[in-house]
């Protein structure tokens, strides 16, 4: 579990007008190079590439940066507003952070701004001859760059922004998440078997929001610190307000200093995040199963695909019991399966009702999330199973289609 400040460094390197302010600044001050560096170079290399031809270089590239980068990054909100209008808008926040698209993007704007520095520090007669030859040879290494970035661009397009390429970005996200809390079970500290004592003190937040994440180590510091349990209310993806703890900590009337430390291990944000919070990830890729069976779009094929990745990535729920707390002053409360298991089928069985092709499927992924995971899900599954029915047999219209789903229910391995 990360901290609170590389979480937040995590959250502002993502932004992509970070990633294109560092290197647009390395443009310029490569550009600028020239200026204050004496290389000592031979004379006739001097003579051979000091001469006026890299303005020439400086002009073309200027002038097709600039439009490279416009219509690049009209590709990119076109693929953001696609995956929003045909998979949802809680999807294309990842599209959004995607590295590739924000390395190109940022490369052309590098590179432009280093063509431009370039050409207004050659018409102040700023560079000397040596001078030119470094502009002369950064500006090859640009180019090298752009092209090498283009013909990455030219590949990711192709995919970028596509159905399959958005659900592929969830069903990672989904993956990370439900990968952390495996290896860490109640995200490192003691599972929380009920609720906490009398003598323990509520900490409210004061603000309304999701907790997008929690500093765990931080709150295990303090916890130390104070040789006092903390007992956290509710897991990151909870909506929280004023009127509802956050934590509860036992001892003594905490400080105002305290009260301040607890509150800032928590980031509350307007919306959910898919770092710590499975259960998001599983919502959204749920959603997208859901528009896609709408009448107005009547895709069942998607949700067929959405069903089977939730099949798969239910199957990575592990959660190591045996391992030792790492906080052990932390009562954190696990994260419940049945309440994955729900955010992943139910808006699906629900929606999905009069489709045979999709109820069948449904049925199976419930069979086989039961028989590779007995303990957590079998329960849950079983009684998602009946509701799922009951539901489908009030929508269908055919007779055969209910034989249909009762036999695949009664034969799932098929």
Do not use: C
């Not at 600039?66 to 045909?86: M, R």
């Not at 500093?215 to 040789?227: K, M, N, Q, T, V």
């Not at 069976?293 to 045996?322: E, F």
């Not at 030792?324 to 954190?332: C, G, K, N, W």
């Amino acid at each position: 579990m990360i901290g609170k400040l590389n979480w937040l460094i995590k959250q502002l390197l993502r932004r992509i007008w970070v990633r294109s302010l560092l290197i647009a600044l390395f443009g310029v001050v490569s550009a600028l190079a020239g200026v204050f560096i004496d290389t000592g170079l031979p004379d006739h290399v001097v003579e051979q590439f000091g001469g006026d031809s890299v303005y020439t270089i400086l002009n073309i590239l200027a002038s097709s940066m600039l439009a490279v980068t416009t219509f690049s990054l009209a590709i990119a909100v076109q693929a953001y507003a696609a995956a929003a209008n045909t998979a949802t808008p809680r999807a294309s926040r990842l599209l959004q952070e995607d590295a590739t698209t924000q390395n190109v993007l940022a490369t052309f704007v590098g590179a432009f701004l280093f063509s431009l520095v370039g050409i207004v520090a050659l018409s102040a007669h700023a560079y000397g001859p040596q001078g030119r030859v470094i502009l002369f040879a950064g500006s090859a290494v640009v180019i090298i760059l752009v092209v090498a970035m283009m013909l990455k661009w030219i590949d990711h397009i192709t995919r970028f922004g596509r159905m399959d390429d958005t659900l592929t970005r969830v069903e990672k996200a989904v993956r990370k998440a439900l990968e952390l809390y495996s290896k860490n079970p109640s995200m490192g500290g003691t599972p929380a078997s009920g609720p906490p004592p009398e003598n323990a003190h509520p900490i409210y937040p004061t603000k309304i929001g999701y907790v997008q994440h929690m500093d765990i180590a931080a709150l295990g510091a303090i916890a130390e610190e104070h040789d006092h349990k903390i007992w956290i209310a509710d897991l990151p993806g909870s909506y929280v307000h004023p009127a509802l703890p956050l934590l509860f900590i036992e001892g003594d009337e905490p400080s105002d200093e305290l009260i301040k430390k607890l509150r800032d291990t928590y980031a509350i944000r307007a919306t959910r995040s898919y770092d710590q919070d499975p259960r998001f990830g599983l919502i959204v890729l749920s959603e997208i199963a859901s528009r896609a069976l709408s009448p107005a779009v009547n895709d069942p094929g998607t949700a067929i695909d959405v069903i089977n990745r939730l099949t798969r990535l239910l199957s990575l729920w592990h959660p190591d019991q045996d391992k030792p707390p790492a906080y052990p002053r932390l009562m954190i409360p696990p994260l419940n399966p049945q309440d994955l298991l729900r955010d992943a089928f139910a808006a699906i069985a629900r929606d999905g009702a009069p489709l045979i092709e999709v109820q069948t499927h449904l049925q199976r992924a419930l069979a086989i999330t039961a028989a590779l995971q007995p303990d957590p899900f079998k329960t849950a599954a079983r009684r998602l199973s009946t509701e799922a029915e009951a539901r489908a047999v009030l929508a269908f219209t055919s007779p055969q289609d209910i034989e249909r789903l009762r036999d695949a229910i009664r034969r799932p391995e098929e």
